[in-house]
T-cell receptor, first 117, second 115 residues
Framework: GAVVSQHPSWVICKSGTSVKIECRSL??????MFWYRQFPKQSLMLMAT?????????EQGVEKDKFLINHASLTLSTLTVTSAHPEDSSFYIC?????????????FGEGSWLTVV | AQKVTQAQTEISVVEKEDVTLDCVYE???????LFWYKQPPSGELVFLIR??????QNEISGRYSWNFQKSTSSFNFTITASQVVDSAVYFC????????????FGTGTRLLVSP
C-alpha cells in the first residue's frame, strides 16, 4: 500500500520555540493532506485540511497563526507549531489522500510525538 | 454534523475469548464511508477496513468480522479468539463519500487481551 512518512517521530523542544513536522507521501501524489492532533488517551481531532498550492482550511478552535500548515507540493505538507507551550505537547498525525475524486483511499503517517518542556 | 460514538472505553478479555467493539454513528449524508483503525502503543494507525454505505454485507477477514447495520446506524467489529497482540486502541471513523473525505473519529475503545 501507499506510504506516508512523518518526520521527526519524536521531538522535544523548549517552550517558546517553534518546531516543524514534515509529512511526505512517498509513492503517490497527495492532493489533499490532513493534520490531526491526539492528546493522551483521547481521540484524533482534525486540525486542518490542506490542498496543494492553496491555504489550509482550519477546524473551528484551531489557531491558524499558531499551527502553520504549508502544502507546497503534492508530496509534502508541513506543520509548524509556533511559540510552542507545554499544552501543545501531543501526538500529531498526518494523512494523505490520493487523487481528487470520491472513493480514494487515505493513508496515515506514523505520527509525531511532540513534547514541549 | 457527523458523529461517531464508541461507548466502550475499555474492554479486558482473556486470550481466546471473542470480543465485540461497538460503533454507532450519526450523519445526515445518505452516502458515506465507515472505517475501523487499530492504534497500538507505538501510535501509528493501522487501517483495518473501509465500508461503503451502499454495501451492508457483513465482512470477515481472518479472525476479524464486521457487522454493518444501516437501520441502527451501527458498524460493530468482532475479534474471534482474541490474542495478546490484539491489545490496542481501536477507532471507528466516518467520512463523506465525496469531497475532502475528512475523517471523524470516535473516542476509541482500549482493548486489553491478557494471556
Amino acid at each position: 500500500g501507499a506510504v506516508v512518512s512523518q518526520h521527526p517521530s519524536w521531538v522535544i523542544c523548549k517552550s517558546g520555540t517553534s518546531v516543524k513536522i514534515e509529512c511526505r507521501s512517498l509513492d503517490f501524489q497527495a492532493t489533499t493532506m490532513f493534520w490531526y492532533r491526539q492528546f493522551p488517551k483521547q481521540s484524533l481531532m482534525l486540525m486542518a485540511t490542506s490542498n496543494e498550492g492553496s491555504k489550509a482550511t482550519y477546524e473551528q478552535g484551531v489557531e491558524k497563526d499558531k499551527f502553520l500548515i504549508n502544502h507546497a507540493s503534492l508530496t509534502l505538507s508541513t506543520l509548524t507549531v509556533t511559540s510552542a507551550h507545554p499544552e501543545d505537547s501531543s501526538f500529531y498525525i498526518c494523512s494523505g489522500r490520493r487523487g481528487q475524486g470520491g472513493g480514494n483511499t487515505i493513508y496515515f503517517g506514523e505520527g509525531s510525538w511532540l513534547t514541549v518542556v | 454534523a457527523q458523529k461517531v460514538t464508541q461507548a466502550q472505553t475499555e474492554i479486558s478479555v482473556v486470550e481466546k475469548e471473542d470480543v465485540t467493539l461497538d460503533c454507532v454513528y450519526e450523519t445526515r449524508d445518505t452516502t458515506y464511508y465507515l472505517f475501523w483503525y487499530k492504534q497500538p502503543p507505538s501510535g501509528e494507525l493501522v487501517f483495518l477496513i473501509r465500508r461503503n454505505s451502499f454495501d451492508e454485507q457483513n465482512e470477515i477477514s481472518g479472525r476479524y468480522s464486521w457487522n454493518f447495520q444501516k437501520s441502527t446506524s451501527s458498524f460493530n467489529f468482532t475479534i474471534t479468539a482474541s490474542q495478546v497482540v490484539d491489545s490496542a486502541v481501536y477507532f471507528c471513523a466516518l467520512s463523506e463519500l465525496t469531497g475532502f473525505q475528512k475523517l471523524v473519529f470516535g473516542t476509541g475503545t482500549r482493548l486489553l487481551v491478557s494471556p
